[in-house]
């Protein structure tokens, strides 16, 4: 959405367009413009427009864009008043509420950089995060406040602002959160050094005027992280321009949207999704946030059939989750414009199962996947609506380039070869925070005047520019001198009758360097006994190499998963490893 009048930039095309960007983009334009402004300015223009249309819904309460425009205001007003000044890094670690989306703006207003990280995080993890990106003033709820303390004087923290979930609630909610979660959150001291919320909106009230400072497209506005289970953690700096290019593509990717259409805001705000594409793309082109502050599967599904939500996206998880919720069986889900599937590979059995289970509520669409990476903020390609081709993630957004090349190298492969995915486009990142390195490794400039992005994934292009990812290049197992892709072998597994998901992993082994283990849970019945488990080996062995069969079958209740809902491998991995540690 761009208003009239307002500057705009675009993406330069580079002096060699890779063929498959100009291919099978049907309707979907090819090139866009974007603002020149902030993220801030970007949602201001749209809360003009649209003063009385709902921004967001949180518990049962609702609030136009006028008030939530205001309120942003006077959070800026009021971090002028402590002391912040332009480039200070400002770390919210908060769920999806509306106190984290006044002050993720406000912060924007002032020049200064949201530091976006899990509230759940352990202690030592936040003094690592607050001290890698500097942070001088951190918000978070009431119920984490002795995790800040216990660790702020190893920061540089200045400020700690408390905020409370019951002062944005409706007084019949509010009593009845009192009541269940509200008295399990310890009181804070009477004489704790914080500043509560409702006194840090007072502070602004005394502000001088100029409390706005002018920043570029360019310029850093978010910092988001990664590597927390691939390794070394790597903060991630991303500038107004990504997020603001990142709302526009979105929109030109689903033209079915339109302004007042709702979005469930069930992905966290520290995620690049959750942040990118279900709050500021719905808040800058004039959607509807219903807010989940706490999300589970059952929480989920409620919400979709409460507000008639019109877009919903989530992990492959999350998919399996509600296909067997009692809750789903008879919902009407004809409201659905867009199901977005990402964060973890898709398996073709599980489109398949959703795609029917659509069907079957009324849904006149299918379930869409894409790709990306938080160093392009999250998506970058996306399936196209009605174009669907089989294991594919979809096609590049508008202004995105993708290229496969030798891992590593600047050699582009042909189509149908595997290699690493690269990236290019208006949503890459700045680089790494203080991570020299580790930027210049990851951003390189090639021959064509793009900077791309080195992924670490593994994929392939077809000759009309459709895209498959293959899995993580550092996933790959090597044994006996094969290369073995976990995802294929899941998406093998994952299609028996009796198995609810599976994860594989690589398991070290003094012969063939590493041997193949399959961890599985099986659908709701289904007896894990050896019967079951030479059944699964037997179908296995008909299916996969013998190079790559997995030597055991260990079943499950349960999956260990990441923060925002991924199958984490590595913890299977580390118990694997742990284990023959042991035995040693």
Known sequence: MIFENEKTITFPVPEKVPAPWLAHRGDLPGRLEYSAGTMY???????????????????????????????IDACARSLRTIGVREGDRITIAMPNCPQAIYMFYAINRVGAVANMIHPLSAEKEIEEYLNLSHSTTIITLDQ?????????????LRNVIIARIRD????????????????????????????????????????????????????????????????????????????????????????????????????????????????????????RCVLVPRFTAKSYAKLITKYRCNFIAGVPTLYEALLRLPAMEKADLSCLKGVFSGGDSLSVELKKKFDRFLYGHNASIQIRE?????????????????????????IPFPDTYYKIVEPGTDKTLPYGQEGEILIAGPSVMKG????????????????????????????????????????????????SGYNIYPAQLENIFDAHEKVHMSCVIGVPDSYRMHKVKAFIMLR??????????????????????KYAMPYDIEFRRELPTTLVGKVAYRKLEEEEAKKEGEEE
């Open 168 to 287: 944005e609630l409706t007084r019949p909610i509010r009593a009845g959160y009192m009541i269940t979660e509200g008295r399990k959150i310890e009181p804070i001291p009477k004489d704790a050094p914080i500043i509560s919320w409702k006194q840090f909106i007072k502070l602004g009230r005394s502000s001088f005027p100029d409390y706005e400072v002018k920043r570029s497209a360019d310029d850093p506005a978010v910092i988001l992280y990664s590597g927390g289970t691939t390794g070394k953690t790597k903060g991630i700096v991303l500038t107004n321009l990504n997020f603001n290019a990142l709302s526009e593509q979105v929109i030109a990717a689903n033209p079915m949207f339109r302004p007042g259409d709702r979005m469930l805001a069930a992905m966290p705000l520290f995620h690049g999704f959750g942040l990118g594409v279900c709050i500021h793309t719905m808040l800058s082109q004039g959607g």
């Open 144 to 156: 984490f406040y002795g995790k800040i303390e216990a660790i702020r004087r190893n920061t540089e």
């Open 41 to 71: 300015e970007k949602v201001r223009g749209v809360a003009k427009a649209y003063p009385s249309h709902t921004a967001f819904d949180f518990m049962g309460k609702s609030t136009s864009y006028r008030q939530m425009l205001h309120q």
């Open 524 to 545: 709701d019945g289904v007896p894990a006994n050896e019967a079951t488990k030479e059944e699964l080996m037997a179908y296995g062995r008909k299916h996969i190499a």
């Open 370 to 394: 894409g790709f990306g990476t938080t160093e392009c903020v999250t998506a970058s390609c996306l399936t196209p609506p009605n174009q669907s081709r089989e294991g594919s993630i979809g």
């Open 432 to 479: 790494y925070l203080d991570m020299p390195e580790e930027t210049e490794q990851t951003l390189r400039t090639h021959d064509d005047g793009l900077t791309w992005v080195y992924t670490g994934d593994l994929g392939s292009m077809d000759d009309a520019g459709f895209i498959y990812f293959k899995g993580r290049i550092k996933r790959m197992i090597i044994s």
